[in-house]
């Protein structure tokens, strides 16, 4: 089945730079969503973006979507030690299910 | 808050052997959903339910079954536990809307040996 594809794999940055994450899909969405997961730990929601938006914002994270290239990203600005967790964006095609990617794995030092 | 709970966050089964593992949320959700985790895989749907009694396949069903007798409650089963099924389940559930979000158990770490 259709999958988000998060790129990169996995990201190493320090406290207080920005990280960025990219996800890609292959057919037309309803609304796209990302969360995050704590080593071991089940996932959170952290935003959804709806097919007819382009840009949202929560906090220090900033999601945009982009429908003509099937591509987000989301942006964690100034990030933390404890943004360390891995990222996942689900895509909705209109029906009750989520089809999530494989993940992106954040590590932030100190 | 929502909660969904997982009934084990560890279990080791045996090989052959009969599994449940159970989940329930507390805020009167419609979807509960089972996946499994995998490295490298990312999440994979296993069954999800949109109502008491009701099921629908997911992408990975084989092997699998599941059974909601009540709306709060939504159980996975290994019919004969294999090696690999050994994995991370999780439990998820959603409210039915346009735009909705879904609330995730801890997870289950399964080992079968």
């Known amino acids: 089945s259709q999958q988000g594809e998060e790129d990169p794999q996995a990201l190493s940055i320090q406290e207080g730079e920005n990280a960025t994450m990219n996800c890609s899909y292959k057919t037309s969405i309803n609304n796209l969503q990302w969360y995050r997961q704590n080593s071991g730990r089940g996932l959170v929601h952290l935003i959804l973006i709806r097919s007819n938006e382009r840009e949202k914002h929560s906090g220090r994270l900033r999601v945009t979507l982009d429908t003509s290239k099937k591509s987000s990203s989301l942006l964690i600005t100034a990030s933390r030690a404890a943004d360390t967790a891995s990222y996942f964006c689900a895509v909705n095609t209109g029906f009750q299910k989520l089809v999530f990617g494989t993940g992106t794995r954040l590590l932030v030092s100190p | 808050d929502v909660k969904v709970t997982q009934s084990s966050r560890y279990l080791v089964k045996r090989t052959g052997e009969k599994v449940f593992l159970e989940c329930v949320q507390d805020m009167d959700h419609e979807n509960m959903f089972w996946y499994r985790q995998d490295p490298g895989l990312g999440l994979r749907l296993i069954y999800f339910s949109y109502d008491v009694k009701m099921k629908e396949k997911g992408d990975i069903p084989e092997g699998y079954s599941v059974s909601r007798e009540k709306k709060e409650r939504f159980s996975l089963i290994l019919e004969s536990a294999s090696t690999n099924q050994t994995s991370m389940y999780l439990c998820?559930?959603?409210?039915?809307?346009?735009?909705?979000?879904?609330?995730f158990g801890p997870g289950t770490r399964l080992t079968v040996t």
């Open positions: 998820a559930s959603s409210k039915t809307a346009e735009f909705y979000e879904q609330y």
